[in-house]
């Protein structure tokens, strides 16, 4: 079992920058495909961004390549979302996310684990 807690999230200006952090328990961290999943309100939950167990694949959706970038450190169990070149569009609630599949962790279906959410505000 994995449990996640996201931190980092807040209030930026457009423009601005955020990294969102996500610490796992567990021992088997690095077996996990890692994701960010996001929800604003009044919207369905979607997909952001996801990293391979061990970091050399990567994901994003469109509407974010290029501004944000997702790594993360097995040594520490934690993953990370950089998130640069913020839009008022990007203000939700950010879900760390993880599952054992890399064909599954970018869908909401195939995830198994789900942290409670980081906000982050953008405003113009």
């Known amino acids: 079992q994995v449990q996640l807690v996201e931190s980092g999230g807040g209030l930026v200006q457009a423009g601005g920058s955020l990294r969102l952090s996500c610490a796992a328990s567990?021992?088997?961290?690095?077996?996990?495909?890692m994701g960010w999943f996001r929800q604003a309100p009044g919207k369905e939950r979607e997909f952001v961004a996801a990293i391979s167990w061990s970091g050399g694949g990567t994901d994003y959706v469109d509407s974010v390549k290029g501004r944000f970038t997702i790594s993360r450190d097995n040594a520490k169990n934690t993953v990370y979302l950089q998130m640069n070149s913020l839009k008022p569009e990007d203000t939700a609630v950010y879900y760390c996310?993880?599952?054992?599949?890399?064909?599954?962790?970018?869908?909401?279906?195939?995830?198994?684990?789900w942290g409670k959410g980081t906000l982050v505000t953008v405003s113009s």
């Open positions: 996310a993880a599952s054992t599949g890399w064909g599954q962790i970018t869908h909401y279906y195939g995830v198994g684990y």
């Open positions: 567990g021992r088997t961290f690095e077996r996990y495909a």
